[in-house]
T-cell receptor, first 116, second 116 residues
Framework: AQKVTQAQTEISVVEKEDVTLDCVYE???????LFWYKQPPSGELVFLIR??????QNEISGRYSWNFQKSTSSFNFTITASQVVDSAVYFC?????????????FGTGTRLQVFP | GAGVSQTPSNKVTEKGKYVELRCDPI?????LYWYRQSLGQGPEFLIY????????DSGLPNDRFFAVRPEGSVSTLKIQRTERGDSAVYLC??????????????FGPGTRLTVL
């Protein structure tokens, strides 16, 4: 069964700390896609990254980096030198292509609070 | 360019009433998705449209829920005989191409539905 687990419900850090948000997924497919979205207090889901199952290279974008490890079915997200503006709920999501629908399976989200 | 728009932003209705929620996708996007997000949860898939047709409606909870996309652009989610358990944020997303390629979905701001 498809499943995404974000075990950390809430994380609080002080500004400038590094923080890692964990994501573990389950799928029987060999071809799949993983995503991270940010949901700030305004409520709109903001796309952060998309990664396909054949590309295990880590990715860095500014203060954000992602570590994809198929061996442990994990796709973790690290924010370096966190800022107050990073405060939001972060969702990891899985998309399978087997049934020709890209519906997203979301985790329950991790609420990140960054204090000044 | 303009993102996904949803109207109304908030809808309050009474139990048993009929409601319609509208989604206007990004211009040129052929795939359209509806999700529902309950408090403290990740979004849950409802239905996916390829053009005008519903290609996957496996997420609709029961036959009180129905969605249309008659001209392949704007979509309307319709809920009959609303129940208090239908209270949630209804999210719409669109992506540029048809499903199967794990394309990124871009989300609208959502409609917060409250059933009294």
């Amino acid at each position: 069964a498809q499943k995404v687990t974000q075990a950390q419900t809430e994380i609080s850090v002080v500004e400038k700390e590094d923080v890692t948000l964990d994501c573990v997924y389950e799928t029987r497919d060999t071809t799949y896609y993983l995503f991270w979205y940010k949901q700030p207090p305004s409520g709109e889901l903001v796309f952060l990254i998309r990664r396909n199952s054949f590309d295990e290279q880590n990715e860095i974008s500014g203060r954000y980096s992602w570590n994809f490890q198929k061996s442990t079915s994990s796709f973790n997200f690290t924010i370096t030198a966190s800022q107050v503006v990073d405060s939001a709920v972060y969702f990891c999501a899985l998309s399978e292509t087997r049934y020709n629908t890209d519906k997203l399976i979301f985790g329950t989200g991790t609420r990140l609070q960054v204090f000044p | 360019g303009a993102g996904v728009s949803q109207t109304p932003s908030n809808k309050v209705t009474e139990k048993g009433k009929y409601v319609e929620l509208r989604c206007d996708p990004i211009s040129g996007h052929t795939a359209l998705y509806w999700y529902r997000q309950s408090l403290g949860q990740g979004p849950e898939f409802l239905i996916y449209f390829q053009g005008t047709g519903a290609a996957d409606d496996s997420g609709l909870p029961n036959d009180r829920f129905f969605a249309v996309r008659p001209e392949g652009s704007v979509s309307t989610l319709k809920i009959q005989r609303t129940e208090r358990g239908d209270s949630a944020v209804y999210l719409c997303a669109s992506s540029p191409i048809l499903a199967g390629g794990g394309d990124t979905q871009y989300f609208g701001p959502g409609t917060r539905l409250t059933v009294l």
